[in-house]
């Protein structure tokens, strides 16, 4: 890897994406792009990341925002407890650090929602630290280069990278780090055969001059998720639609339209809201955590009056006031279309 260094260097120097938090290292904007990139393709954060700085674009800002429009303002990105630890973590470096972001590594990896990845990320790329920022794309070209046949889902291995890498960082940390990532997100791919015939490292990859890039890093067997099943209800009365806040768990405090679990029946749907005017069999949507996976059927009940355990709300301020997650945006579609 050592030789690599100064490849990798030029390359990031003529290849590097422009993006629009690459532009002045700000720490405030390395931190909510790092934040948003987990989980997320480049090409999806960009607008998000637009639409976020230009509501909140200071880190008072953030911790002065209500969790109702951040989690809003965040909507369709996922894993809303990002949005809030940012809420949580904007507050702390108010109160404890006078609003001035932190600056050493060990205090920004203090802050809520924030791991060893990001911390090295922003210690390196805005303060110049000497820290290194492992995630799967650079365990993937440190495997493919030096041809190690390692479970890189195992903690200890990505310590023994991370400490390998350390040794040969250079004094520019941050864009050594940023190479690397991006050598493993645009040449080095995770799916697909990499381009090792445009790569800056194909004279010095053990893999590739061992024919062995594609078998590398070894595939690990995902666990099994957990399936549940879902039957939303569209409940319809004049122009208003019902929501409710979830209480707790997966996606607390986001707003969803009624559900209850198991597959109903039309029958058991008609005994559910027996004055309704309207029962009619409504779309289907399979929604995929992490750990879990929803398979979700609906139905779309015309009722006569409101019920009171309901928020009684139109199409439109649906979309501009109340955070929908993902799992639920295909029926939000399906009334708007309907
Ligand atoms: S030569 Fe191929 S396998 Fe090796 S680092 Fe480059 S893209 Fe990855």
């Given amino acids: 890897m050592k030789d690599c260094v100064e490849l990798l260097l030029e390359w990031y120097q003529e290849h590097k994406r422009l993006l629009p938090w690459r532009v002045d290292k700000d720490p405030y904007h390395v931190w909510i792009s790092e934040i948003m990139l987990q989980q997320t393709r480049i090409e999806a954060v960009l607008s998000y990341y637009q639409r976020f700085m230009k509501s909140l674009p200071s880190i008072q800002a953030l911790s002065e925002i209500s969790e109702d429009e951040l989690l809003k303002l965040w ?27 932190p600056s050493t ?13 990001t911390a090295g990320a922003i210690a390196s790329i805005c303060f110049q630290q000497k820290e290194v920022a492992v995630d799967g794309n650079v365990m993937r070209v440190y495997c ?29 940390s941050g864009d050594y780090n940023q190479a690397i990532m991006e050598l493993g997100e645009v040449i080095c791919i995770p799916s697909g055969i990499p381009k090792c015939h445009i790569c800056p490292l194909q004279y010095h990859c053990k893999a590739h001059l061992n024919g062995r890039e594609a078998l590398i890093p070894r595939k690990i067997q995902k666990n099994e998720k957990l399936e549940e099943e879902y039957t939303v209800f569209l409940l319809k009365w004049k122009q208003k639609y019902a929501i ?46 992490t750990h879990k996976k929803w398979f979700m059927n609906s ?33 939000y579609q399906y009334l708007k279309e309907k």
Avoid at 145 to 172: C, F, G, R, T, Y
Avoid at 254 to 273: A, C, D, H, I, R
């Fill in 105 to 117: 590594y060990s205090d920004i990896l203090g802050l809520p929602g924030i791991g060893e990845y």
């Fill in 144 to 172: 493919r280069v030096m041809d190690h046949d390692i479970n890189i889902k195992d903690l200890k291995v990505k310590k023994q990278i991370a400490n390998s890498l350390k040794k040969i960082l250079p004094e520019n």
């Fill in 244 to 289: 409710r806040k979830r209480e707790s768990g997966l996606l607390k405090n986001l707003w969803e339209f009624p559900n209850q679990t198991g597959f109903f029946t039309y029958e058991e749907v008609k005994k559910l809201y027996p004055n309704c005017n309207h029962i009619e069999l409504g779309i289907t949507n399979t929604h995929i955590f």
């Fill in 75 to 101: 909507e369709g990105l996922g894993y809303y407890s990002r949005a809030r630890n940012l809420k949580k973590a904007a507050c702390i470096i108010i109160d404890q650090y006078h609003g001035v972001f």
């Fill in 299 to 331: 139905y779309y009940v015309e009722i006569p009056f409101p019920l009171d355990d309901y928020l009684w709300v139109s199409l439109e301020e649906i979309a501009s006031t109340y955070a929908i997650p993902t799992a639920f945006m295909p029926f």
